[in-house]
């Protein structure tokens, strides 16, 4: 089974995707610990019964992990994991690091995929939402540097805006003084 490591010095513990975990089934123990993630949400963890021995670029390893929902990788090497190689020499250039296994070299490359873009109707978007438990959604679309927006607007629609036209317009400087005028103390 092929699947995606990011190597997280900012993560504490090593983790693996909680849905890997199950299909690969590999029992939890223990209460569930809550674990805040970088952008603050808390998520539950549960520390895996026994170590995972996995093979990574031809070096085998085993480590302790906990789950968590992971979304766009299988497993995270945090600093638990990092400090057992410790110390380990990075090349952010090259994307890789070298330390000792024992007294064997290790060097781990980044791997080098192609992003797959595929364009789904709005339909399957829905059910696939329903579906997941998490992940992300994104929208692209080209635009063209120094290209003006030609977004066609509706008769009705364009007709309102140039009815209103002094209330759409961009504003020009602070707003006129009114009989209620307020401000606003900032420290």
């Given at each position: 089974m092929e699947i995606l490591i990011l190597v997280d010095s900012g993560s504490t513990h090593c983790f693996i995707d909680e849905r890997l975990a199950e299909t690969i089934q590999l029992p939890a123990i223990g209460n569930p610990l809550t674990v805040r993630v970088a952008d603050g949400e808390q998520l539950e963890s549960r520390q895996l019964q026994g170590t995972i021995q996995w093979e990574m670029q031809g070096n085998k390893f085993t480590h302790q992990f906990n789950t968590l929902k992971l979304g766009s990788y299988h497993m995270?090497?945090?600093?638990?994991?990092?400090?057992?190689?410790?110390?380990?020499?990075?090349?952010?250039?090259?994307?890789?690091?070298?330390?000792?296994?024992?007294?064997?070299?290790?060097e781990l490359k980044r791997e080098i995929s192609k992003t797959k873009l595929k364009a789904i109707k709005g339909s399957k978007l829905a059910k696939w939402k329903k579906k997941q438990t998490y992940g992300i959604t994104v929208q692209l679309y080209v635009m063209k540097?120094?290209?003006?927006?030609?977004?066609?607007?509706?008769?009705?629609?364009?007709?309102?805006?140039?009815?209103?036209?002094?209330?759409?317009?961009?504003?020009?400087?602070?707003?006129?003084?009114?009989?209620?005028?307020?401000?606003?103390?900032?420290?």
């Open positions: 995270v090497l945090g600093v638990d994991w990092l400090a057992r190689y410790s110390p380990i020499e990075f090349d952010f250039r090259q994307l890789s690091m070298k330390f000792l296994q024992g007294k064997q070299p290790v540097e120094g290209e003006e927006d030609t977004e066609v607007i509706p008769a009705e629609m364009k007709s309102l805006l140039d009815q209103f036209e002094g209330v759409f317009a961009e504003p020009q400087g602070m707003p006129p003084r009114r009989s209620h005028d307020h401000s606003i103390p900032l420290k």
